[in-house]
């Protein structure tokens, strides 16, 4: 079936640090790629996507790209703030049978970023 | 603009006594999915609707239904809450169809205390 894989955390940065938080997949085929993000008491918000391989997912001074070749999605952000504190959940996408979609998700990494 | 509400946003229950809660949705989606999310764990799919065909995981307790009485809203009901039913619970709405029509747009969550 499939599955994600996510890095533990918590993951502590100070602000201004540069972020990475690693993904990797295991899939049928070439799933839909995304990164959800939650806000302490507060539900899920799609932070970005990515379709088909070699795409580059984009929000808010995140990125993700999608790599088939080594099936990873690592989110990546150049200079984390305070207000980037949050858990991070990876997930893909597959079809289920009825017309929807279900959402695979990693274990969340939460992210802690200091002054 | 609201585009999936969920209410309450807290929910006291007794131990035994039946709960509903409430999602609603301004974006018109053929498909809503109702979540369970434990604390520090990923969101656990229960069920989905499409349009108003019932979906249920195979994992999902009998304790747990849903009602989708139109378009707009869908309903959770936990027949008889346990101890271990406490969680955020999530509603996600999404066109459904395509991988990429499949982005899930969720609400923020009712959290549930069972005392």
């Known amino acids: 079936g499939n599955s994600v894989t996510q890095m533990e955390g918590p993951v502590t940065l100070s602000e201004e640090a540069f972020l990475t938080i690693n993904c990797t997949y295991t899939a049928t085929g070439y799933p839909s790629l995304f990164w959800y993000v939650q806000y302490p008491g507060e539900g899920l918000q799609l932070l970005l996507k990515a379709t088909k391989a070699d795409d580059k997912g984009s929000n808010k001074g995140f990125e993700a790209t999608y790599r088939k070749e080594t099936t990873s999605f690592h989110l990546e952000k150049g200079s984390v703030q305070v207000s980037d504190s949050a858990v991070y959940f990876c997930a893909l996408i597959s079809s289920l049978g009825g017309g929807g979609n279900k959402l695979t998700f990693g274990t969340g990494t939460q992210l802690k970023v200091e002054l | ?115």
Not at chain 2, 19 to 25: F, K
Not at chain 2, 73 to 79: H, M, P, V
């Open chain 2, 1 to 115: 603009d609201a585009m999936v509400i969920q209410n309450p946003r807290y929910q006291v229950t007794q131990f035994g006594k039946p709960v509903t809660l409430s999602c609603s949705q301004t974006l018109n989606h053929n498909v809503m999915y109702w979540y369970q999310q434990k604390s520090s764990q990923a969101p656990k799919l229960l069920f989905h609707y499409y349009d108003k065909d019932f979906n249920n995981e195979a994992d999902t307790p009998d304790n747990f239904q849903s009602r989708r009485p139109n378009t707009s809203f869908c309903f959770l009901d936990i027949r008889s809450p346990g101890l271990g039913d406490a969680a955020m619970y999530l509603c996600a709405t999404s066109r459904g169809l395509t991988q990429i029509a499949g982005e899930q747009y969720f609400g923020p969550g009712t959290r549930l205390t069972v005392t």
